[in-house]
């Protein structure tokens, strides 16, 4: 009964095996042909062992079923034969006269199935052959299979290979960009920034030289910053600006977008081997591109790795460059405040000090007649042009500690005259207020390094600051003792203190505690910032410690002399 056409041709084929079958007797092997005659198998006969040989060359049979005891060689040589040929050929032997030696021997070497003649049950061949074969199969498959399985590892073998090596770049760019920022961000200058990033380029993209240009904020043209591995072009310096969209620089701008050339060519204002190969990336902020970074001359060329750690690394620097640039005009903007603070002062206390004179000579009675009125009058012009001239003053010497202009004169002294001197410049106020002043210090305070004149007017300011606030007929302490390798001044009120949260606000810019129009004391809010500018600049420190209802008591320290002497000695 033939089968459905449909079924038969969703049925997968298999075509039949091939089985060698090598016997010389033709009787038996007639049986064999007889018995083996089934659509599964394909047959062919040998005689002997060397045509069986031959065939097995020809045809690369699956199983061969092969009598033991051939004329000239034997059915052991013909398996052997088999399996050096193909290792998962299946080899069942027959022999007539068995002995359990030499069927171990056989199915030591390799054979699956050792068969003694006469056949006990002929019939049941078929099935020894079809399970062998399908033992030949599944060990085929099992090969294939590992074979199919040991090329997929080397793929997943070398992907893993890749990725580690990926993940090492990643991680090898990304441990030298953090340690890049670190070093680029400890000096907040342009300059050293630039100088340092040129240099970090050249290490890390294997090149021979490296560049900065950045856009000029007003003009808008591109000029070159900072430069290493090449000359600066000569020339005029307008030759060496260039703008959006010309060369190759210039096209960065326009793309906002990495360049990478096997040639340099020319770039401006350098002097760079044409031939050498090059890599530029943009600096972007916002939408703009405010400059750009140049790398060349890489034996060899630069690969996309470099042009991806260059971005990475622009995009860092970019923004450490735009700190500077801040910082700079900062600076620059608050020399020029400093500056024209200076000479506004400048300019008003000369004036002032012609006025204050001429009001003395006015309220002098030996020259001229003045009724009360008139006398009145002139005391409060006094005082005022008085304490306009101590805000120039202040003011000024602000100006000039914070453009560190002010001018000093650092000498070994003794510090008991400077205090002395201090309280002698504050002797009617503290007349007026009937203070009661007391100094302290032992006969052999240790010289000093100080500026008389400037450390006087730190000692008036915290002695005037201390009367201002201490009560009528309160008492003032002035200590000086010797330190740690300086000497420690301490001015002691018991006036109304100042509140812990006030304390930090002292020493800042025109701060006031009482900053109210009701202010019982009158001041310009700088003398602590300036006294503390003095006296930094000493290499001291200054501080105060208050309570509110107690007093207060300010300090500063000043180096002793042989300290210092002795520091210096050791380290020449
Ligand atoms: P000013 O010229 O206004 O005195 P200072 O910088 O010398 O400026 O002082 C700043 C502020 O610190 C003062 O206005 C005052 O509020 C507070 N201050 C300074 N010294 C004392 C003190 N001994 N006792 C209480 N408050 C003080």
Redesign the pocket.
Known sequence: MSEPAHLSAAMPVTPPARVLVVEDDETVADVLREALADPRFELVFAIDAESAMRSIDERSPDLVLTDISLPGRSGLDVMRHARSRDPEAAVILMTGYATTQNAIDALREGACEFITKPFEDIATLPDILEKHLGNRRLRLQNTALMLELQEKNAVLERHEQELRERVELATHQMATLYRVAMEIGTDLGLAPRLDRITEVAIQQAGASGAAVWLQHEESGEYALAAHQGAEAAEGEEESHRFLEGAGVLGMVVVDRAPVRRERCDTLPGLVVPAEAALLVVPFIQGEACFGMLAVWGKPGGFTADDQEFLSLFASQASVQIRNSQLYEHTKSLDRLKSDFVAVVSHEIRTPLTSVKGAVELLSDDRYFQNNDQQGKLLTIAHANAERLLLLIN?ILDFSKLESASLPMTIERQRLEPVILQAGQHLRTLIEERRIKLEFEWSEDLPDVLLDAHRITQVVT??L???I???PIEGGIQVRARAGEGVVRVE?V?H????AAR?LP???RKF?????SST?K???????????KGIVEQHGGLIG?E?EVGS??T?WFTLPIAERVAAEHASRA
């Open positions: 202040d300011n915290l005037s600051n201390a201002k606030f201490s001015i009120d006036g109304e203190g100042i006030d606000k002292l020493f701060q006031q505690v009482d900053s202010r004391v009158g001041g310009t809010g700088l003398g602590l910032v300036i006294s105060v208050s007093g207060s300010f």
